[in-house]
């Protein structure tokens, strides 16, 4: 189709928006669906000397994607953001099928999963970083906002429909999560080599080498080491004592400054830091980053209460849970989809700024809400709560998106976009360190005594109550994370054996180890939902500040469809 016909721009907003969900719905999709794939591939998660894979099939997507979209945005700039976007379509699609063929089992089988969801992560990564850079050039900036609004509510909604297409997908077959890529991907593909055209302008230049090597290098060291800071080590409950950990968070500190001061030398910078001398710029990426730590902690944090306290409670079998958790999650995707597409319409007409922060005032007012619930809660009251949490965020994500990308010039869109993708896929990988640990943390200082206590009331052994007490907590995270209860096997056949039947039945039932962690859970809950309140609130502020916004985009007197002095900064009266 001709990119000056009139459809062309839905046609474009219509592709990216299919890319940017698969993309981001395979973020999450794994999330939910850990329990069917290592029973898929014969693999117990349990077991400490797996708890690594574990932890790189939740971050390996999401760290590659955050490694790499600024170089791919970059790279759209220069050899044509559609070039690269329907490459990443392809790669996407091929290394789905890739994925669903796993012939192993155990480690390698584990191992097969993880190479490939990193090559995957490429083909999402090459989406990411350019869609927004397609539609910001495809439409006039009358339209701009309501268009990425739909597009960013696609991308961040994925993460969302995810949850609940991983649980239903995990209840048939595990493959079926990979499956699910394969013909959309195919459909997808064919769409877009066949409709988008380059539209932008291009600008052709070197690839900074320096820059992209000591970028990948120093954030893939700096959030691998956050993450595996939450493994126990040396007999401390988490890993910050491991010098490895301590060599990642000071050696990735130390080459990603390294990185800042190589982009202030090269010619063409891979990651043009003089844009952070907009205000707009830097306080909408600011909120974008501390918006995704605080959204990728609500989602772990679901996950856990209800996988392992709620649904069990309730009756549940633990094999079902995942299912249940993705569809008891549904109003946090309603939520998120009723604000977004009319956010974006509405900032188009009133200036973004007041939307992005009142969608972050209300998710933080969402997190207050739900730490005044108790563990046990009432379901209408959680449904209320979550969805005005995706309303929030639905709030914020078209007009956070529109902020940013409208603050740049027209050539550095691609840049932009990758940046701004950057920043949110970064703040998921964060959001594992961060809230796992202060999880962990809160269990710290009261599981230890509940377990004790609740074991030998069962008639447990005292030494074998200790010893299972003594164990580093993040042990009993990971079951209530993946949905297991973890007594059968820790107690072990030999001590269950010298129990009552009832004692025994009872200790390996459903309602025992729900019951037993939902006190010490709900301690750490109240201190991972502080933290959120806090990220949420300062993310909301950074948002307010005017800035000076390019004549031609929204919220900007220039000229009709913002196509003239598109380089020329006007104050931003909104």
Known sequence: MDTGHPRYKWVALSNTTLGMLIATINSSIVL????AIFNGIRLDPLQPSNVSYLLWMLMGYMLVTAVLVVALGRLGDIWGRVRIYNAGFLVFTVVSVILSLDPLHGAGGALWLIGWRVAQAVGGAMLMANAAAIITDAFPARQRGMALGVNMVAAIAGSFIGLVLGGLLAEWNWRSIFWVNVPIGLIGTLWAYRSLRETGVRRPGRIDWWGNISFAVGLTALLAAITYGIQPYGGHTMGWTNP??????IGGSIVLALFCLIETRVAEPMFPLRLFRDV?????????????IARGGLQFMLIIWLQGIWLPLHGYEYADTPLWAGIYLVPLTIGFLAAGPVSGHLSDRYGARLFAAGGLVVMALSFAGLLLLPTDFGYPWFAALVFLNGLGGGLFAAPNTSLVMSSVPAADRGAASGMRAT?????MVLSIGVFFSLMVAGLAGSLPHTLDAGLTAQGVPPADAHAIAALPPVGTLFAAFLG??????????HVLSQLPAANAQTLTGRQFFPHLISGPFHDGLVVVFSLAIAMSLVAAAASLPRGRRRAGTPGTPGTPGGTSNAGTPTEDPK
Request: aromatic share 10%; charged share 0%.
């Open 32 to 35: 939910i669906s850990l329990p």
């Open 244 to 249: 490895w950990v301590v060599a990642g968070l």
């Open 280 to 292: 707009v710029f830097a306080g909408g990426n600011a909120a974008t980053l501390l918006g995704s």
């Open 423 to 427: 920043f949110q896929n970064a703040g």
């Open 484 to 493: 297991y209860n973890p007594v059968q096997q820790l107690l072990g056949p």
